[in-house]
């Protein structure tokens, strides 16, 4: 059945340029809002200062163009979302759902990688801590329309995540949660490499008394040497020439159906025979989620 208030949204960080890998994930995204006949918003989430890569976000919005992704509405930048994610952070200190931590990355790392809780009733001030959500109702699965039931570590479930790192940087678990509340945004499709941080998620939307999105992760491109496409492995950004054939590739990635005369259509028309012919239930499953005992292992072994 189709939903006009669908909204879907593809939230790239200016951490480098899109790649084949960032492909996949925004046409993905773009064709499950278009075959539902909603909206489709794009999101700059660029919170991490020392992460982000002069011109990146202009280059980012200039490929999907180029690619005959077009968006509806204003591109939304979470550098200019500080307010909203403060208020946010003082609502949950109010409610005592949140409290000052100044345990180091170390000792975590020295007690298995998951954090143990040892701040959680000392009552510290803000001087060098980070924010840490106290979990009251911890998520350990959830369905995924695509990969179906996951679940996820218990241990990593029950911690108290990071909301505000200790160097004031707002965390992505929070800015995420947040901005896709106000956008409103109905489903989040994206890559399966954030899989495990989405029953954290889950657990703030709940804390805030927000309606929760449905979720679909699509499987991840990799490389001839078997690890993700990434920016952080240095995949090459997409090709600035005929954008026809590099979609094709990535719809025969998804494993959707093509036209057999796409070589003679114009890019709109090859987007909306894709669209009209969009089918979730073809897109392959990631290969079954591991269970691990910390964060690190989870994401290296999803890669």
């Known amino acids: ?27 993905g995204s773009y064709l499950q809002a278009r075959a539902q006949r909603g909206q489709w918003l794009v999101r700059i989430e660029d ?14 919005l200039s490929a999907l163009e180029h690619y005959g992704l077009h968006w ?27 409290y ?5 990355r170390s000792r975590i790392q020295q007690i298995g990688g998951l954090y143990d809780g040892h701040c959680r009733q000392l009552r510290l001030g803000p001087q060098g801590a980070a924010i840490r959500l106290r979990q009251s109702n911890p998520v350990y699965a959830f369905h995924d329309r695509l990969q179906g039931e996951l679940r996820a570590d218990p241990a990593l479930a029950q911690e108290d995540f990071i909301i505000r790192r200790r160097d004031g940087l707002f965390a992505y ?3 995420v949660v947040i901005d896709d509340h106000f956008q409103g945004v109905t489903e989040i499709v994206r890559g399966a490499d954030l899989i495990e941080p989405t029953v954290r998620q889950i657990a703030l939307y709940q804390q805030l008394q927000a ?24 995949a090459p950004a997409l090709p600035t020439g005929d954008p026809r054939p590099v979609l094709v590739a990535a719809l025969k990635f998804l494993r ?48």
């Open 256 to 303: 959707q159906p093509l036209p057999e005369n796409w070589q003679d259509l114009d890019l709109p028309l090859l987007l909306s025979w894709a669209v009209e012919h969009w089918q979730l239930a073809n897109v392959p499953r990631q290969q079954a989620i591991p269970q691990c005992e910390n964060t690190t292992a989870f994401s290296k072994q999803l890669g």
């Open 1 to 27: 059945m189709l939903a006009s208030h669908y909204v879907g949204r593809f939230a790239p960080s200016p951490s480098g340029d899109l790649h084949f890998g960032s492909l996949i994930a925004a046409l």
């Open 47 to 60: 919170i991490d200062p020392p992460r982000e890569v002069a011109g990146a976000a202009g280059r980012i």
């Open 72 to 98: 509806d509405g204003q591109v939304i930048y979470q550098s200019q979302r500080s307010e909203a994610y403060r208020a946010t952070l003082d609502w949950l200190q109010r409610q005592d759902l949140s």
């Open 211 to 234: 309606p929760v999105p449905t979720y679909v992760h699509l499987p991840l491109a990799l490389g001839n040497n078997g690890i993700k496409l990434s920016k952080q492995n240095h």
């Open 100 to 104: 000052y931590c100044t345990c180091t």
């Open 173 to 175: 678990n929070l800015a």
